[in-house]
């Protein structure tokens, strides 16, 4: 997916595409990761409908961001039939993460469903603000961490040992932001980890992971976008 046509992704201005969030949520709040999604029964809307519709979406996500909801946000860049970019919330519970996506005019069209999940154990720290200044883009490596054939859910040895690898020093500079959700989490996602890398260097780096070796995890990873200064230095958009 171009950066120039991603309509109704998440290609937002720079001073709308984060909050700075430096220390750790406050209390009664936690992190919520939402996958942005388009449904199987989307409508179509002509070229000036749809033009309409990304301005209305565009002006909620800066009064998120004005309102000191929404923290971080980009588009996958793989044109994902299904997935079409990510939010990350601060917010008192999954809930009010749910309803603060519901004000997206795209999702109240029925072109975007917002799936979330969380808490997403995260660290804040690695959460930056850029500025306001236009600083441009750079590319990171989503992955989603899904459970493996041999996953049970509430697993701590798996996730024990996922932790223990993506904080070795071998892989944790690689790592921009990265972790599981609680306890709960029932379904086909149970983490997120932003790598620096590009695909390949990320694809060589999950095989080493004991938990994808032994079956309990795997990868399914994403070229993503944010703005420059978000998080730890990615890779230049090309």
Known sequence: MKPKILALAVLLPLSAIVLAQNQPPPAGKAYFFVLLKRPANA????TEAGEKLQEAHMANIRKLHAEHKL???GPLMDDDPVIR???VFQAESRQQAQDWVGTDPAVQAGRLIGEIHGPWLIDGKAISDPGDAPQGMEQYTLVLIRPGEKWSVGDQQAI???DQFIESKEVR???ALAGMFGVGEMGDLVGVAIFTEGPEQTARLSHEDPAVKM??????????IT???VLAPGQPLK
């Open 43 to 46: 409508p179509q809307l002509s």
């Open 71 to 73: 923290l971080v946000a």
């Open 85 to 87: 970019g990510i939010f």
């Open 160 to 162: 024990h040992s996922h």
């Open 173 to 175: 500079l690689d790592v």
């Open 215 to 224: 079956g309990k995890l795997r990868f399914e990873s994403h070229p993503w």
């Open 227 to 229: 703005a420059k200064g």
